[in-house]
C-alpha cells in the first residue's frame, strides 16, 4: 500500500488548504483513511477519519466544525479540507490507512502511511 500525501504549505491564519492522499497498490474495498499530524515536541493526532463506504466520518475535537474529510468515488484519494486554520494547526499532517470496518477507523491504530505534508499557519 502506497500513500502521497500533497497540499501542504504556508497560509495566514484564517485561511484554508487542502490536502490530497492517493492510495494505490491495494484492492480490498473495506479499509479507513485518516488523517494525522504531529507538531514538534507533541504527540501525534488523530485530526479526521472516513470509512470507505463514504457513510462514516471522524474528527478530532480540535478541528470539528474547521476540517472536513471526503473521498473520491473511488476511495482512492481522500482530502482533508481545512478552514479557518489557526497557528495551532501548524504540524505535519499524514495520511494512513487500514483494512477495517467502521467501527476502527477512529482509532489510531492504522498500518499504513504516508510521508508527510507540512502546514504552516502563521
Known amino acids: 500500500v502506497q500513500l502521497v500525501e500533497s497540499g501542504g504549505g504556508s497560509v495566514q491564519a484564517g485561511g484554508s488548504l487542502r490536502l490530497s492522499c492517493a492510495a494505490s497498490?491495494?484492492?480490498?474495498?473495506?479499509?479507513?483513511m485518516g488523517w494525522f499530524r504531529q507538531a514538534p515536541g507533541k504527540e501525534r493526532e488523530g485530526v479526521a477519519a472516513?470509512?470507505?463506504?463514504?457513510?462514516?466520518?471522524f474528527y478530532g475535537d480540535s478541528v470539528k466544525g474547521r476540517f472536513t474529510i471526503s473521498q473520491d468515488n473511488a476511495g482512492n484519494t481522500v482530502y482533508l479540507h481545512m478552514n479557518s486554520l489557526r497557528p495551532e494547526d501548524t504540524a505535519m499532517y499524514y495520511c494512513?490507512?487500514?483494512?477495517?470496518?467502521?467501527?476502527?477507523?477512529?482509532?489510531?491504530?492504522?498500518?499504513?502511511w504516508g510521508q508527510g505534508t507540512q502546514v504552516t499557519v502563521s
Open positions: 494512513a490507512a487500514r483494512f477495517a470496518g467502521p467501527s476502527l477507523c477512529a482509532s489510531t491504530d492504522y498500518a499504513y
Open positions: 497498490g491495494y484492492t480490498y474495498s473495506d479499509h479507513c
Open positions: 472516513i470509512y470507505s463506504g463514504g457513510d462514516r466520518t
